[in-house]
Structure formats: structure tokens, C-alpha cells
């Protein structure tokens, strides 16, 4: 899908990502697949990119200070 295409839906994506914003960008994709919209994997960070936004998922627990992780 052409970066036109998917910014006349962005309403739809932002909508799906704020319902669950843990998702990864392939359960987004599918996520969206379901609602008609068909983009790729590549085409979602540009999309987010262009609003400033990042989808790095963050750790759901701060990292232990008892115990090294290296």
C-alpha cells in the first residue's frame, strides 16, 4: 500500500494501536488485515516515523539491580 493510502487510514491505525499499544507491528498488521487494510510489515515505522512516534516495545518490568544481565 502506497504512504497515500495509508495516511487517508490513519485514523484507523492510530485507533487500533491505541487500543493496545504493547503490540508488536506484526500483530498490528494482522490487526489491521482485519479491518480491510492490507500494509506491510516496512510500511508501519515509516508511518509512525512520520508522526514522530516510535514503537520500540519497552520492558514490562524495570531491570533487576540484584542480579547482573550481562
Keep these: 500500500m502506497r504512504s497515500r493510502r495509508i495516511e487517508e487510514r490513519g485514523a484507523d491505525i492510530l485507533a487500533v494501536w491505541e ?12 490487526a489491521l488485515i482485519e479491518i480491510g487494510l492490507h500494509v506491510s510489515i516496512a510500511g508501519l515505522p515509516r508511518f509512525f516515523a512520520r508522526r514522530g512516534m516510535t514503537r520500540k516495545k519497552r520492558l514490562a518490568m524495570p531491570p533487576s539491580k540484584t542480579v547482573p544481565t550481562s
Design 19 to 30: 487500543a493496545r499499544k504493547d503490540i508488536s507491528l506484526e500483530e498490528l498488521r494482522l
